[in-house]
C-alpha cells in the first residue's frame, strides 16, 4: 500500500507537470510570451531570467551549442543545490531501511495474522495497534523513505526551461550537437532513459534480496516515465533530464559506497546499546486468534483477584 502511494504520488507530479508545461504552448499566438495569470508570473521570475542566462552562455561559449550548453549548467547548480537535501534524506531512507530489517519477523506476524481467514474487525485494531506500538518503541517514522520533495522543487525550474526556450526565437533555434532543442528528440530521450537505468541499477548495489524485489517495480517505473515524458517535450526539457540524472549517477555513487555503509555502521552500533524491542510474538499472535480461550488476560486477572481475596480472608480467620 506504501508503495502505491509513493508511485501514485509521483505520477501525479509527473502528470500536473505535463499539464502544466502543455499549458504554457496552449495560446492563440504560441510566440507571444504570457503577461498575466500564473503563466506570466512564472515567465517573469523563472522563464525570462532563465532565459538571459541561457542566451549569455550561448555567446560566451559561442557556436551553435551554448544554450545547450546554458541548459546543463543550470540543471548542474539545481541539482547541486538539491544534492545536500536528498542525501540528508537519502540517510533517513537507509536508516529506515535497516531498522525495518530487523523488525522484518514481527512485522511479518503481523502481516500473516492480517491474512487470516475469519479476522473480525476487533482483531484487526488490535494488530495494528501492535504494529504502531512496534514501531513507537522501536523509533521507526511510518512514512520514512525520499519522499516528492525534490521534484516538487525541481517542478518551477523544469516549467521555466520550458518557457525560456518557447518564447525565445533565439533559442528556439538553437542546437545542442545537431539536436534541436525546441522539437522532441528521441537521442536526447534515450540518453536520459539510459541515465536513469545505471542509476537505479546502482542503488540496488548491496541490497538485501528482499528489499531488491520492492525496489525493482521502481526500476522499472522510473525509466518508463523518463522515456515516455522526455519523448513528449522539448529537447531542451530532455536534455534537463538527461543532465540532471547524470548528476544523479554520481550522487547514487556517493549515497552506495559512501553514505549507506557508514550508515549501516551507525545503526549496528546504535542496537548493540538499544536492542530491538519485542512487541509481537508468536505466541501473542496465537493467543489472539484462539477463540477457546475467551479473553485469557482478563480470566487470569480475574483469577489473580479470586486468589487474593481467600488469602485475605483466611489472614481475618486466624487472627479470630
Not at 525520499?146 to 525550474?157: A, R, S
Request: hydrophobic fraction near 45%.
Amino acid at each position: 500500500m506504501k508503495k502505491i502511494k509513493k508511485y501514485t504520488g509521483v505520477l501525479a507530479l509527473l502528470v500536473v507537470t505535463a499539464l502544466v508545461l502543455s499549458a504554457c504552448g496552449a495560446t492563440n499566438n504560441p510566440n507571444v510570451a504570457p503577461h498575466s495569470g500564473i503563466y506570466g508570473w512564472v515567465y517573469q521570475w523563472l522563464g525570462r531570467p532563465l532565459q538571459n542566462i541561457m542566451i549569455h552562455t550561448a555567446h560566451m561559449v559561442g557556436g551553435d551549442n551554448g544554450a545547450g550548453w546554458g541548459i546543463v549548467i543550470i540543471t548542474v547548480v539545481v541539482r547541486l543545490i538539491l544534492m545536500p537535501l536528498m542525501l540528508v534524506q537519502q540517510n533517513k531512507s537507509v536508516r529506515q531501511q535497516e531498522k525495518m530489517a530487523r523488525l522484518q519477523p514481527q512485522m511479518k506476524l503481523i502481516q500473516t495474522a492480517m491474512k487470516h481467514k475469519g479476522i473480525t474487525p476487533q482483531q484487526q485494531m488490535t494488530l495494528s495497534g501492535w504494529q504502531r506500538e512496534l514501531y513507537s518503541k522501536n523509533e521507526m517514522s511510518l512514512t520514512g523513505g525520499i519522499g516528492c520533495l525534490p521534484l516538487i522543487i525541481q517542478l518551477p525550474i523544469m516549467w521555466g526551461i520550458y518557457q525560456a526556450v518557447f518564447y525565445s526565437p533565439q533559442l528556439a533555434h538553437s542546437t545542442f550537437f545537431g539536436i534541436s532543442l525546441s522539437q522532441k528528440s528521441v537521442v536526447l530521450a534515450i540518453v536520459a532513459t539510459i541515465f536513469t537505468v545505471i542509476q537505479g541499477y546502482i542503488s540496488l548495489i548491496g541490497i538485501p534480496e528482499e528489499q531488491k524485489k520492492t525496489m525493482q517495480s521502481m526500476m522499472i517505473f522510473n525509466p518508463i516515465m523518463t522515456l515516455f515524458f522526455s519523448l513528449s517535450f522539448s529537447g531542451a526539457l530532455a536534455l534537463y533530464w538527461a543532465a540532471g540524472n547524470l548528476v544523479m549517477i554520481i550522487q547514487q555513487i556517493i549515497v552506495t559506497f559512501i553514505l549507506t555503509p557508514s550508515v549501516k555502521k551507525h545503526v549496528a552500533d546504535e542496537l548493540k546499546d538499544k536492542p530491538v524491542e519485542i512487541v509481537v510474538t508468536k505466541e501473542k499472535v496465537a493467543d489472539l486468534f484462539d477463540t477457546n480461550s475467551g479473553n485469557s488476560t482478563t480470566s487470569q486477572a480475574k483469577k489473580e483477584l479470586h486468589q487474593d481475596l481467600r488469602n485475605r480472608n483466611k489472614g481475618k480467620q486466624k487472627r479470630k
